[in-house]
Nanobody, 119 residues
Framework: QVQLVESGGGLVQAGGSLRLSCAAS????????MGWFRQAPGKERESVAR????????YYTDVAKGRFSISRDNAKRTVYLQMNSLKPEDTAIYYC????????????WGQGTQVTVSS
């Protein structure tokens, strides 16, 4: 019903910046929140940030505070993650996800985009 495609990942040096995009498609698109998650090798998946679609309110976990910024473009059905001051520990596969507002889990996930930060 909803397809999510991330893009913008790549290799960047520590201290650099990267902007991730997540474009949604499908017959309907009415999320309550859209979120960014990441998973590094040997670690569990963790939340990075989320944005409430109706009013654009944002929430960040500790890994993102002060460095990352989530935003949305309603017309483009796209959510962004601007990442600044990147560190090697930010290296992970980054996923976007869609939460409808009902139920206990995000219903749709993208395929992920690799972010690699070199020292």
């Amino acid at each position: 019903q909803v397809q999510l495609v991330e893009s913008g990942g790549g290799l960047v040096q520590a201290g650099g910046s990267l902007r991730l995009s997540c474009a949604a498609s499908g017959r309907t698109f009415s999320p309550y929140t859209m979120g960014w998650f990441r998973q590094a090798p040997g670690k569990e998946r963790e939340s990075v940030a989320r944005i409430t679609w109706s009013d654009g309110s944002t929430y960040y976990t500790d890994v993102a505070k002060g460095r990352f910024s989530i935003s949305r473009d309603n017309a483009k059905r796209t959510v962004y993650l601007q990442m600044n001051s990147l560190k090697p520990e930010d290296t992970a596969i980054y996923y976007c996800a869609y939460y409808s507002g009902t139920g206990s889990r995000y219903e749709y996930w993208g395929q992920g985009t690799q972010v690699t930060v070199s020292s």
